[in-house]
Protein backbone atom coordinates (compact mmCIF):
# COMPACT_ATOMS: atom_id res chain seq x y z
CA UNK A 1 0.00 0.00 0.00
CA UNK A 2 1.59 3.35 -1.07
CA UNK A 3 2.44 5.97 1.25
CA UNK A 4 1.47 2.84 4.13
CA UNK A 5 4.19 3.26 7.31
CA UNK A 6 7.79 0.78 6.75
CA UNK A 7 8.06 -1.74 8.69
CA UNK A 8 11.31 -2.06 10.69
CA UNK A 9 12.27 -4.62 8.53
CA UNK A 10 12.52 -2.34 5.44
CA UNK A 11 14.45 0.14 7.12
CA UNK A 12 16.86 -2.29 8.21
CA UNK A 13 17.10 -3.98 4.62
CA UNK A 14 18.02 -0.48 3.58
CA UNK A 15 20.91 0.64 6.03
CA UNK A 16 22.14 -2.91 5.36
CA UNK A 17 22.39 -2.17 1.64
CA UNK A 18 25.71 -0.92 -0.27
CA UNK A 19 23.96 1.83 -1.18
CA UNK A 20 23.59 3.05 2.43
CA UNK A 21 27.28 2.05 2.99
CA UNK A 22 28.39 4.51 0.06
CA UNK A 23 25.83 7.12 1.29
CA UNK A 24 27.81 6.91 4.80
CA UNK A 25 31.37 6.50 3.48
CA UNK A 26 30.93 9.98 1.57
CA UNK A 27 29.44 11.52 4.31
CA UNK A 28 32.22 10.42 6.57
CA UNK A 29 35.27 10.51 4.39
CA UNK A 30 34.36 14.27 3.78
CA UNK A 31 33.23 15.62 7.50
CA UNK A 32 35.99 13.51 9.66
CA UNK A 33 38.97 14.74 8.25
CA UNK A 34 37.69 18.67 8.05
CA UNK A 35 36.11 17.73 11.70
CA UNK A 36 40.35 16.66 12.58
CA UNK A 37 41.29 20.03 10.85
CA UNK A 38 39.17 22.44 12.23
CA UNK A 39 39.75 21.16 16.05
CA UNK A 40 43.66 21.41 15.92
CA UNK A 41 43.18 24.69 13.98
CA UNK A 42 41.30 25.52 17.06
CA UNK A 43 43.52 23.98 19.60
CA UNK A 44 46.60 25.54 18.25
CA UNK A 45 44.77 29.06 18.36
CA UNK A 46 43.90 28.07 22.42
CA UNK A 47 47.52 27.00 23.06
CA UNK A 48 49.12 29.86 21.58
CA UNK A 49 47.00 31.97 22.95
CA UNK A 50 47.91 30.40 26.27
CA UNK A 51 51.52 29.51 26.33
CA UNK A 52 52.91 32.24 22.96
CA UNK A 53 51.43 35.42 24.77
CA UNK A 54 54.23 37.48 23.29
CA UNK A 55 53.58 36.30 19.80
CA UNK A 56 49.69 36.38 19.83
CA UNK A 57 50.41 39.99 20.74
CA UNK A 58 52.60 40.90 18.01
CA UNK A 59 50.66 44.50 16.51
CA UNK A 60 49.84 43.86 12.43
CA UNK A 61 48.58 46.63 12.06
CA UNK A 62 47.60 49.62 14.69
CA UNK A 63 45.98 48.02 17.64
CA UNK A 64 45.46 45.04 15.57
CA UNK A 65 47.27 41.95 16.79
CA UNK A 66 47.74 38.23 15.98
CA UNK A 67 45.68 36.97 18.50
CA UNK A 68 42.53 39.04 16.77
CA UNK A 69 43.57 38.16 13.66
CA UNK A 70 43.75 34.14 14.39
CA UNK A 71 40.34 34.95 16.14
CA UNK A 72 38.60 36.49 13.22
CA UNK A 73 39.79 33.67 10.64
CA UNK A 74 38.32 31.18 13.54
CA UNK A 75 35.05 32.34 12.37
CA UNK A 76 35.70 32.77 8.53
CA UNK A 77 36.73 29.47 8.76
CA UNK A 78 33.40 28.41 10.60
CA UNK A 79 31.58 29.86 7.94
CA UNK A 80 33.85 28.48 4.81
CA UNK A 81 33.44 24.49 6.14
CA UNK A 82 29.59 25.08 6.86
CA UNK A 83 29.67 26.44 2.90
CA UNK A 84 31.83 23.82 1.72
CA UNK A 85 30.05 20.96 3.40
CA UNK A 86 26.49 22.76 2.36
CA UNK A 87 27.97 22.37 -1.42
CA UNK A 88 29.61 18.75 -0.81
CA UNK A 89 26.28 17.83 0.80
CA UNK A 90 23.90 19.40 -2.36
CA UNK A 91 26.17 17.08 -5.11
CA UNK A 92 27.37 14.22 -3.14
CA UNK A 93 24.74 13.19 -0.07
CA UNK A 94 21.34 14.69 -1.14
CA UNK A 95 21.13 12.59 -4.67
CA UNK A 96 22.22 9.64 -3.18
CA UNK A 97 19.64 10.24 0.33
CA UNK A 98 16.94 10.72 -2.30
CA UNK A 99 17.33 7.26 -4.30
CA UNK A 100 17.64 5.42 -0.64
CA UNK A 101 14.36 7.38 0.39
CA UNK A 102 12.27 7.62 -3.05
CA UNK A 103 13.37 3.33 -3.18
CA UNK A 104 11.91 2.56 0.72
CA UNK A 105 9.06 4.71 0.31
CA UNK A 106 7.93 2.77 -3.11
CA UNK A 107 8.50 -0.15 -0.81
CA UNK A 108 11.04 -1.96 -2.93
Same mark, same amino acid.
Given at each position: ?28 ? =?????? +? %? ?9 ? @???? *? ?21 ? =?????? +? %? ?9 ? @???? *? ?11
Amino acid at each position: MPGAPAGPDRYRAVQASAEFGELRRAQRS =FAFPLT +I %AFVSWYLLYVL @LSNY *AGDFMGTTVVGHINIAFVFGLAQ =FLTTFL +I %AWWYSRHAAAE @LDPK *AEALRARLEAGE
